[in-house]
């Protein structure tokens, strides 16, 4: 702690502080890591001396990304030590990858890795495509994750290794896919199967627990590369806690990290869930680490036909003609999950990715409010995007947040996936920004990374403004063009409404005297930049707590 | 849940005998085995050594097994408590007892009776086999009113209560009896009280409590309401009238020092006439999330409802926190009284909690509660 007024001064920028004025700044003093002056450039004239000065030239600077919903440790650990590949590789691609990396990786070790597109699951739906994974692979066992990380693709030796045979039967809501003459496993596990081969393989090549604060570490760099500067993991085992406790303790936190205890297991890590993880929370809790959420997995996804919706599926041969979907829990069920969450003074991040779910997890906490008046504490809808006319209200008048991600609100694989499943129109009808706004709801963003192949929240940020795929795909389509939001409401949905979904606004999530100074500064200012170029931001630093995490070189 | 029909030929009721340590419960349990004509009764209780029967023993046949000369069985529990009732069952079908009419089993006096009670109404082994005939509660006329303020343990054994004995009536004075019978109230204003000298209980004051009466047509809601006014009028002379309905924010005005202390442990009694018939489906919907969100803290509930599928066969409703006894469909309505009533013994939940979720969730139009013990004659009535 030194004796001079600040630590750090910044000077000569345009600071976007998100106040809730739409203010501007021009300077900023940090002192222990927090903001003691932000303004014109007057007000820092007494902070400057012993102080670090960095004149900004003019550049922009804003409050660090919030990230209310991704699962950094497995993208962490993917990013280190498994195969990465984007899900718009072909399927000779796909193969050449793993071929590559089977001449990397010694007999009989396991090729982990993602994403596959989930719009050619029938492509690799056939023996023959396992056959040709069996070769590509040399006979070592393969998992790959697909772009929704609900689905699997494995071999002969990953299924060998799970103990999968034609006779092994279906998992409660999940499915082993066979092919129809011999009734063979074609190696394509859809949801809760995909459990057998990741515990196998989870349990063939455990990481140590320096591997996992690795993991916890280089998520968080990557995070920062983006300027992210809080996140909430959307599904964080007992070991993942502890890598995060282990950094705090450290002192190496680069992220204020938010933890969200599964309720049940999720099927693709494994250990304790629900209470049992829930007794031994606090002893994860440190000063950047906050278990303060419970996630429940209320359905699946639209393109597996796994999510739960009011109206029918299109008809096809597996589901027959009125196929809903189905959720995983009551509505009872819920009730005691989130009652008893509010007991512990914790919120409830629901994964809903069909209309029925989302409905079914707002009677929930309706319920919850009508036994338990007003509270504090928020919880979360999460993948918000399918959503009944009647429902959208019901998130501003229960004070739900509207969890969006992954950032899927343009043109995509799996949009068009999920036409292929729900039909066109209803298809379309996909992520009512604009309704959400307008009805009042808190609307926080996320990227379900590693869901999304990069937490890139200026992808997202571009996206809801101009409902195209930021990349140039699908060239002049849009999706539903009417939810499109403003500039200023999505920064605010990407920074400070993050922030009040994680309950952190007091202290971050915007640039005011006496918050922490999470910020970041940008290659150009976004109000300057044309809409089709905002998803081209680079972030040049972050600073976490006044300290600079992040520098681009 | 569905309604179900359990003929009461069939199955054997349970009397759950509870009360604080040093309650006088075991010496009201020596009183009732010692009486003549308990053939058919078995006696589940703690120890032999404890409650002094050696005299009456007849025949121990075995470490945990006794024939009493007036026959009464005595027997302590082996393993669970399911397994220990499970197994009088079968001696029974195996003739090594030669009637097996009604149980009554005494618990330790720190026990918290809701899982016994959870054992009896849901365990899948007792279901149609065994049923409760009430929960029996000991309290002290000396020390009980200072041990209900102290002790958990003991408001709650007095909320779960069907019947209320205060023993040692002959060693307190009027004030202190008022005085307990404040407090006991505060916690309980539905069942009735008896007051018991010297441990001199008859099996009326214990038996045939339950949800349907010797001749299996009366269901104990009746009963418990209509001895909620009396109790109400005899007891509750200090409390005032007429300041309306009460939300459970404050203690009611006008009581006794007692009477307010208890009121601070949250535990209250309300009551509730509904005339619109109730849709089924939406009522136990909302028995559903009670369990859910406030089981713990719903200490007992009753209810005979009129359901709008079949009006003129009511359905009966019984729970102890988050477990509810599966409903019962009766053949007909117990009295010309055809009207729905719901009786609550609850901790910390205000009144207000349930009429609003009643309203939203079991589709009730504007129910209204009312403290049971303040007036039973004048339970609320929607739409009066």
Known sequence: ?553 | MTSSQISPDRSIPVTVLTGFLGSGKTTVLNRLLSRPGLDGTVAIINEFGEIGLDHLLIEKSEESFALLDNGCVCCTIRGDLSQTLVDLKTRFAAGELKALDRIVIETTGLADPAPILHTLMADDTLIGRFHIDGVVVTVDAVNGAGTLTNHAESAKQVAVADRLLVTKADLADTDAINALIRGVRAHNGTAPIRMVSNGEVGPEDIFELGLFDAAGKSPDVERWLHEAAAGAHDHDHGQSKGHGHDHGHAPEGAHAGGHAHAQEGGIRSYSAIIDDPVDWAAFSHWLELVAAMRGDDMLRFKGIVRVSDHPERPIVVHGVQHVFHPPQMLEQWPSDDHRTKLVFIVRDIPAETIETTLAKFARIEAPRLRPAAEDGRHLSRVNA
């Open chain 1, 1 to 553: 702690m030194s004796t001079s007024q600040a630590d750090l001064v910044l000077r000569n920028g345009r600071i976007y502080t998100v106040n809730g004025n739409g203010d501007w700044a021009e300077a900023m003093a940090v002192k222990d890591g927090k903001i003691v002056a932000i303004g014109s450039e007057s007000v820092i004239s007494g902070y400057t001396e012993g102080a670090e000065v960095i004149d900004l030239d003019g550049k922009m600077v804003m409050p660090g990304i919030v990230d209310v919903h991704n699962h950094h440790f497995i993208a962490g650990a993917s990013d280190l030590f498994e195969l990465r590949f984007l899900p718009s590789l072909s399927y000779e691609e796909v193969l050449e990858k793993v071929r590559e990396r089977a001449a990397q990786t010694e007999p009989g070790g396991w090729i982990i890795g993602g994403s596959w597109g989930s719009n050619f699951a029938d492509r690799l739906n056939s023996l023959e495509a396992k056959k040709a994974l069996d070769d590509a692979a040399g006979g070592r066992p393969v998992l790959l994750r697909d772009d929704t990380y609900h689905n699997r693709w494995v071999n002969t030796a990953a299924l060998a290794a799970a103990g999968i045979t034609r006779d092994t039967a279906d998992p409660e809501q999940g499915e082993i896919l066979r092919d129809p003459e011999t009734g063979e496993a074609t190696g394509v596990l859809l949801e809760t199967a995909a459990a057998f081969v990741e515990r196998a393989a989870d349990e063939a090549q455990p990481l140590t627990p320096e591997q996992q604060r690795e993991a916890a570490s280089s998520a968080m760099a990557t995070l920062n590369s983006f300027g992210v500067t809080a996140f909430l993991d959307a599904a964080c085992m007992e070991y993942m806690m502890a890598a995060l406790k282990g950094l705090d303790d450290r002192d190496e936190m680069t992220c204020w990290a938010g933890a969200c205890l599964p309720a049940t297991e999720p099927g693709f890590i494994f250990g304790k869930v629900g209470k049992e993880l829930i007794a031994v929370k606090e002893q994860y809790r440190g000063k950047h680490v906050f278990p303060d959420f419970i996630k429940i997995f209320l359905d699946g996804v639209p393109p597996a036909r796994t999510a739960a919706f009011v109206e029918p599926y299109v008809p096809d041969t597996i589901h027959g003609c009125c196929f809903c979907g189905a959720t995983k829990m009551t509505v009872p069920e819920l009730v005691r999950w989130v009652g008893d969450a509010e007991k512990e003074g914790m919120g409830v991040k629901i994964h809903c990715a069909g209309d029925a779910a989302v409905l079914q997890a707002l009677d929930a906490f309706e319920v919850v409010r009508s036994f338990n008046g007003p509270t504090e504490i928020k919880h979360h809808v999460a993948h918000a995007s399918f959503i009944r006319e009647e429902d959208i209200m019901r998130f501003a008048e229960l004070g739900v947040v509207a969890d969006l991600c992954p950032i899927i609100w343009y043109p995509t694989p799996i949009l068009e996936a999920t036409k292929a499943a729900l039909g066109e129109e209803r298809a379309e009808r996909f992520w009512p920004n604009k309704k959400l706004d307008e009805a009042g709801a808190l609307m926080a963003s996320g990227s379900d990374w590693p869901v999304a192949p990069q937490p890139d929240p200026w992808d997202g940020i571009e996206g809801m403004i101009t409902r195209e795929n930021p990349s140039g795909a699908y060239p002049g389509q849009s999706l539903w063009k009417e939810q499109a939001l403003g500039l200023e409401k999505v920064l605010e949905i990407y920074t400070i409404n993050a922030a009040k979904a994680m309950r952190i606004d007091e202290f971050t999530g915007s640039l005011e005297s006496g918050k922490f100074a999470d910020f970041i500064v940008l290659d150009r200012n976004l109000f300057e930049t044309p809409e089709k170029d905002l998803a081209d931001t680079r972030v040049l630093k972050t600073f976490f707590k006044g300290r600079k995490v992040f520098e681009r070189t």
